[in-house]
Nanobody
Framework: QVRLAESGGGKVQAGGSLRLSCVAS????????MGWFRQVPGKEREFVAA???????HYADSAKGRFTISRDNAKKMVYLQMNSLKPEDTAVYYC??????????????????WGQGTQVTVSS
């Protein structure tokens, strides 16, 4: 069983930055694709970014140029550096692991393990 725990959320003004962290326990972290998703009430969970076991990265159009995903396999950590934040980035952000990775998926249903989420609030 893999457990994921996010941290680093908070409140920030538009234009500010936050760095989200996710630590994994259990499993073989270095073989998983890792993703960040976000969700606002009443909407579906939305892909933000993902990093493969080979460290290839993918981003949603809304995140390109502003967010950077990275991982540290030795620490079993994945990070999401978020810069130039906008009010529309306000959401609960979730870390997720895909253990059956062949190609990086943007579909949350393809991810096997999830963290509890961390709230990000961006004020205008």
């Amino acid at each position: 069983q893999v457990r994921l725990a996010e941290s680093g959320g908070g409140k920030v003004q538009a234009g500010g930055s936050l760095r989200l962290s996710c630590v994994a326990s259990g499993g073989t972290f270095n073989t998983y694709d890792m993703g960040w998703f976000r969700q606002v009430p009443g909407k579906e969970r939305e892909f933000v970014a993902a990093i493969g076991w080979s460290e290839t990265t993918h981003y949603a159009d809304s995140a390109k140029g502003r967010f950077t995903i990275s991982r540290d396999n030795a620490k079993k950590m994945v990070y999401l550096q978020m810069n130039s934040l906008k009010p529309e980035d306000t959401a609960v952000y979730y870390c997720a692991a895909d253990r059956n990775s062949r190609t990086i998926s943007y579909n949350p249903n393809d991810y096997d393990f999830w963290g509890q989420g961390t709230q990000v609030t961006v004020s205008s």
